[in-house]
T-cell receptor, first 109, second 113 residues
Framework: DAKTTQPTSMDCAEGRAANLPCNHSTISGNEYVYWYRQIHSQGPQYIIHGLKNNETNEMASLIITEDRKSSTLILPHATLRDTAVYYCIVRVRNDKIIFGKGTRLHILP | SAVISQKPSRDICQRGTSLTIQCQVDSQVTMMFWYRQQPGQSLTLIATANQGSEATYESGFVIDKFPISRPNLTFSTLTVSNMSPEDSSIYLC??????????FGPGTRLTVT
């Protein structure tokens, strides 16, 4: 079973920041939070991951709460190409990836 | 990041036949995996392809139906045997490198008629 809870779908206006929440209240101390996205008809694409600290890369920022029970993926300036299903995954780094249902993000023009 | 290619990209097959999907990665990787994505669903892990030994299957998947080979560190095949319309899915190869980062191939879209 997936260890995360995400909203089924979200809308965001183009050019605005998209904030995607994820709850992982049973996360263990050695488990990382990973985010992937799947654009229609493509394989999942890695976005970002973190353990405790907030992380930022060229695609997104990951904010993890101090108790690590939830996190937020932030796409700072959403474009139409960011329309996709976003998966929040919790795992030990050498463990297999189990996908939940993810959040379907619609970027509105 | 690892670059993964899959062949074929799509196929339409008759009920009762078998299809072998190939996965090639451009660098040696520690782990290779096969996933299935049924229409409108999330990805489900089928098995871990182990180099030089039998694959490790997840609950609900068996070797007779989904035989897997991994002859070296850059190549693996998944066969979907004795196909039925319920096997119509996207099949995805995935690899994990030595930094524990996991990447996915473009998928093979299979339709069984």
């Amino acid at each position: 079973d997936a260890k995360t809870t995400q909203p089924t779908s979200m809308d965001c206006a183009e050019g605005r920041a998209a904030n995607l929440p994820c709850n992982h209240s049973t996360i263990s101390g050695n488990e990382y939070v990973y985010w992937y996205r799947q654009i229609h008809s493509q394989g999942p694409q890695y976005i970002i991951h973190g353990l405790k600290n907030n992380e930022t890369n060229e695609m997104a920022s990951l904010i993890i709460t101090e108790d690590r029970k939830s996190s937020t993926l932030i796409l700072p300036h959403a474009t139409l190409r960011d329309t996709a299903v976003y998966y929040c995954i919790v795992r030990v780094r050498n463990d297999k990836i189990i996908f939940g249902k993810g959040t379907r993000l619609h970027i509105l023009p | 990041s690892a670059v993964i290619s899959q062949k074929p990209s799509r196929d339409i097959c008759q009920r009762g036949t078998s299809l072998t999907i190939q996965c090639q990665v451009d660098s040696q990787v520690t782990m290779m995996f096969w996933y299935r994505q049924q229409p409108g669903q999330s990805l489900t892990l089928i098995a871990t392809a182990n180099q030089g030994s039998e694959a490790t299957y997840e609950s609900g998947f068996v070797i007779d139906k989904f035989p897997i080979s991994r002859p070296n560190l850059t190549f693996s095949t998944l066969t979907v045997s004795n196909m039925s319309p319920e096997d119509s899915s996207i099949y995805l190869c995935s690899v994990r490198d030595s930094n524990y980062e996991q990447y996915f191939g473009p998928g093979t879209r299979l339709t069984v008629t």
